[in-house]
């Protein structure tokens, strides 16, 4: 049984990129025969293929569709109306070109501490799209830069869910999680980031796509200022909702009707409503933009929107397909029968659910049930502990590829195929969960 799992997700894996990269099938198409082809091998039965398809399909996409919806029309209408290149000739203008790559990194490296990675890349990533037409340079200079910030902080720093689960699974103290995230974090956001885009660069020229019609010109733009508001209104919704939901804040001092209005109005649901509403009014009928150009708009934004929805419910799909036949549970079992260092167990467990199964989160979760019973009676110090959370979250960040939702999130709206998309998406998040190993190592033989 051992070996038919692993055959089915070795083949599955290698039908996929064999019928995507070789075939050239459409990717969608593809992940679906691929999802049908690994449950027949692993011997699922008829109707459990199907439902697990159904499940998979539609648990990516209650979150996903919404959120890439909102965001596609958010995006159109801050690309019409001028505000993405006012923004972007902002950031020129303050951090000069060659240091534009610089402030995506840090933007997304201090954005993604309280919003969702998801959230965060599709408010943010209309800017990159300026500031590659703006300067001429490939959009991968800008759009690499930001992801990494993104997602470091996504797995490393609370009070990201994944960071803040698994340190509470492990006992370990989450000041000290904090302090090592950022210890981990700024060498691999530097060198995935800025570093490996000037790079990359040099053998990938990506022309940054448009969501809509032309932008209008410089002299009818709108204000940063009013652009930098509009964008900050989610975050700072967002930002204020998890603060109200981490251990730093007792929600209980505050009236239900307080607590209830930051819980909805926090959401990203409801925060990327509102920033829409918001650029709606601000930037279209308060600057005279018709009614009838307002719906083209959002109608050219959605366009490109149903590709990137149906793609990714596919990668999620597939995604549990693979958790369903039971594989990657059966590695790590076999797994913790061994004994290595518990830094070094965390990240291979957390880095094979990851290739299994696809989602980091999960990975981080997972991983850090099977690894807590090795801590249990050991002698390990608080900061050895904090350690591992980081270890894990390194492995959970590794290898994305076609079964991560993120995978095809960010090819889409980058505008890369998927051999474009592994050379730089997945290899930008294997550096950062090799640089996160190698520092979380290194500092638990230094501490």
Not at 9 to 16: D, E, Q, S, T, W
Request: aromatic share 10%; charged share 10%.
């Amino acid at each position: 049984m051992e070996i038919q799992l692993l055959l089915a997700v070795g083949l599955g894996i290698a039908l996929l990129l064999f019928l995507i990269l070789k075939l050239k099938i459409q990717a969608f198409l593809a992940l679906l025969i691929v999802c049908i082809f690994v449950g027949i091998l692993a011997g699922m039965p008829a109707g459990d293929i199907m439902e697990t398809m159904k499940e998979g399909m539609g648990s990516t996409l209650g979150f996903v569709a919404t959120v890439v919806g909102l965001g596609a029309l958010f995006g159109g209408i801050l690309e019409q109306s001028g505000g993405a290149k006012a923004l972007a000739s902002f950031i020129l203008k303050k951090t000069g070109e060659k240091n534009a790559p610089w402030a995506m990194m840090i933007t997304g490296f201090i954005v993604a501490i309280p919003v969702f990675f998801d959230v965060a890349f599709i408010i943010l990533v209309p800017i990159t799209y300026a500031l590659s037409k703006k300067t001429g340079k490939s959009l991968i200079l800008y759009a690499i830069p930001l992801l990494a910030g993104l997602a470091i902080t996504h797995c490393f720093i609370p009070p990201t869910p994944g960071p803040i689960a698994v340190a509470d699974i492990l006992g370990a103290d989450l000041g000290l999680v904090i302090l090592f995230g950022f210890a981990a974090g700024i060498p691999a956001a530097i060198l995935s980031g800025p570093l490996f885009a000037r790079l990359l660069t040099k053998s990938l020229y990506v022309a940054p796509k448009s969501f809509t019609e032309d932008s209008a010109p410089e002299d009818q733009m709108p204000s940063a200022k009013m652009i930098t508001a509009i964008i900050f209104v989610p975050i700072f919704l967002i930002v204020l909702n998890t603060l109200m939901a981490s251990p730093l804040v007792d929600a209980s001092e505050f009236p239900n009707w307080i607590n209830y209005m930051v819980d909805l109005l926090g959401h990203p649901f409801t925060a990327l409503i509102i920033a829409n509403l918001l650029a709606w009014y601000f930037l279209g009928v308060k600057r005279g933009v018709t009614k009838d150009k307002l719906l083209k708009i959002a109608a050219k934004s959605f366009e490109s929107a149903g590709i990137i929805i149906l793609l990714t419910g596919a990668g999620g799909a597939f995604k549990q397909i693979l958790i369903n036949t039971g594989a990657g549970e059966m590695i790590v079992n076999n797994l913790n029968e061994s004994f290595i260092n518990p830094l070094l167990f965390g990240f291979i467990v957390a880095a094979l659910i990851r290739v299994l199964q696809g989602s980091s989160t999960v990975a981080m979760i997972t991983a850090a049930g099977i690894t807590a019973p090795l801590l249990e009676g050991a002698n390990y110090a608080e900061s050895q502990i904090s350690l591992i959370v980081i270890a894990v979250a390194s492995g959970a960040l590794i290898l994305s590829h076609v079964n991560d939702s993120g995978f095809w999130l960010v090819g889409q709206y980058i505008g890369l195929n998927e051999k474009q998309t592994f050379k730089s998406w997945t290899v930008m998040t294997t550096i950062i969960s090799l640089v996160g190993l190698g520092v979380s190592s290194l500092l638990w033989y230094l501490l």
